[in-house]
């Protein structure tokens, strides 16, 4: 399974940006997906995780202000971003559970998007 990000780019403090990741190609069962971000020199951080049935969690930094949602049928999760601040500046990573069940037994690993960069301006 692929992760394709799009969506991100440069925009002004207080304005907004829809981040979207798409899931393609075979090789699994999608479970929990979610978005992460990272700055340099910094770890990679939870903003914010959807399961299959909608349950959401989010970092305490983006509550009230971000929104993640999900399409099973088009295997795609959205990132809604409002009031954005210049701390929100980092890369944006698409994060996959996957379960691979064969006759052995199930396997679970991560997917990773190539990132998507948000810049916020002061």
């Known amino acids: 399974v692929q992760l394709v990000e799009s969506g991100g780019g440069l925009v002004q403090s207080g304005g907004s940006l829809r981040l979207s990741c798409e899931a393609s190609?075979?090789?699994?069962?999608?479970?929990?997906m979610g978005w992460y971000r990272q700055t340099p020199g910094k770890e990679r951080e939870l903003v914010a995780t959807i399961t299959t049935v909608g349950n959401t969690n989010y970092a305490d930094s983006v509550k009230g202000r971000f929104t993640i949602s999900r399409d099973n049928a088009k295997r795609t999760i959205h990132l809604q971003m409002n009031s954005l601040k210049p701390d929100d500046s980092a890369v944006y990573y698409c994060?996959?559970?996957?379960?691979?069940?064969?006759?052995?037994?199930?396997?679970?690993?991560?997917?990773w998007g190539q990132g998507t960069l948000v810049t916020v301006l002061e």
């Open positions: 190609g075979r090789g699994g069962d999608i479970n929990d």
């Open positions: 994060n996959a559970l996957i379960t691979v069940t064969t006759i052995e037994g199930s396997t679970k690993f991560n997917s």
